[in-house]
């Protein structure tokens, strides 16, 4: 439950073209628009500054696709964020994420990631704890996606665990529709979320 308005038919005028805006972007790109960008609408400005670089991130970035979507996932998973889960895990396998990959971030059994997936993971459990990245690590990626991968890793890390944020602040849900393999239960982010010293 929240006092936001969620419908965007009855967001202000303003707050109404800017969603057609969003959809109309993201519709062109395949994608579809809703969840926490309803939410975000009832502060257009913020909405269309966030919209801006997680459209960069997502269509525009350094990052190979896989490895976006290895990042919105565990993020997802770790946070228990049920609606960016489902609204990424088509895409995760449309963009060749492979399938033993995905079951490992589903299941928490990241000590069987292969490479690069182990890597980046190895970098967004710093992210999580709101830890230095050690040099090697970042050296590591670098070598695989350059400086501005690795900027790109720690950027991703922060920006979906704002929405994960949003999602569970404002109680937004994934629809009734999804199948039981895309519903996670709301649970306590994992202890490397927690740590934040």
């Not at 969840?35 to 909405?47: F, I, M, R, S």
């Not at 997502?58 to 696709?65: H, I, S, T, V």
């Not at 060749?96 to 589903?106: K, N, Q």
């Not at 529709?177 to 927690?194: F, G, I, K, N």
């Amino acid at each position: 439950m929240t006092v936001l308005d969620m419908n965007p038919s009855t967001l202000p005028p303003d707050a109404q073209a800017l969603y057609e805006k969003m959809a109309a972007r993201r519709k062109s790109h395949g994608e579809g628009f809703g969840g926490p960008y309803l939410a975000l609408l009832n502060h257009p400005e913020l909405a269309c500054r966030i919209e801006e670089l997680g459209f960069f991130l997502k269509f525009e970035g350094a990052l190979p696709r896989t490895i976006y979507q290895f990042i919105v996932l565990t993020i997802a998973r770790t946070t228990g964020a049920g609606f960016e889960w489902q609204d990424h895990i088509e895409h995760a396998r449309a963009a060749g994420l492979p399938p033993d990959v995905i079951d490992c971030i589903a299941s928490a059994r990241t000590e069987s990631l292969p490479q690069p997936y182990a890597l980046v993971y190895a970098i967004l459990t710093k992210t999580m704890a709101w830890q230095l990245v050690p040099d090697d690590l970042q050296t590591r990626a670098a070598a695989e996606w350059g400086k501005h991968g690795v900027v790109e890793i720690v950027v991703l890390s922060g920006f979906y665990q704002m929405f994960a944020a949003i999602n569970q602040g404002f109680d937004i849900h994934p629809p009734a529709a999804c199948t039981a393999e895309c519903r996670m239960r709301r649970r306590e982010p994992a202890a490397v979320a927690t740590s934040r010293d």
